[in-house]
């Protein structure tokens, strides 16, 4: 199965993916992951992208649509992937839908989890994510990660500005696709806003795994 996550930065797609992942072995494909982790190494990629990602912007769709090209032709997406926080824009939709064609691949689902807006503020100024094994909890959790001991950090772009500013963009630039993926009859949506378990029975109820 091939699977877009959408919605709001904070809804929730990095929390269902890894449940999905652990469940059901899906091959998980993150840009926000894949561009933390090139401007930690500091690859030219990652150099880039530094300045949009601080600010809450969208790196631009050429590099972006390179980097999942690329991605894309590894062996290990050839049973299906779990796209997480691509496609944003309707340039980088429709630049997937080329891709999967030129590989003979459909795509099944694109799965909107839907939170409002406040809870999204909430929820992001208090997140904090594992250095060591990317585990996404909150400040609640203290310094220790729960899952491996690693240290838990508050990413750069989590302060209430750019959070706030992430929000925007989403609006603007990445709500549009849920109008595309409904046309398309492929727009499956769950409320986000309820314990992360719950939210995953209904994500798979709805993909029908
Ligand atoms: P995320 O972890 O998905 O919230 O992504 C963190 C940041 O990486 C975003 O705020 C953007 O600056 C950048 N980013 C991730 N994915 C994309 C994408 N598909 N297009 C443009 N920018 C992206």
Known sequence: MNIVLLGAPGAGKGTQAAKLVEKYGMCHISTGDILRAAVKDQTPLGIKAKGFMDAGELVPDDLIIDLMKERMQQPDTENGVLLDGFPRTTTQAVSLDSMLSELGRPLNAAL???VENEAIVKRLTSRRMCRECGHIGSVKDGDTCPKCEGEMFQRDDDN???VRNR???YDKQTAPLIDYYRGK???LSVDGDRDPDVVFADVVALLDL
């Open 112 to 114: 909107l989890i839907n």
């Open 160 to 162: 209430e500005e750019t």
């Open 167 to 169: 929000l925007d963009v």
């Open 185 to 187: 009859d492929l727009l």
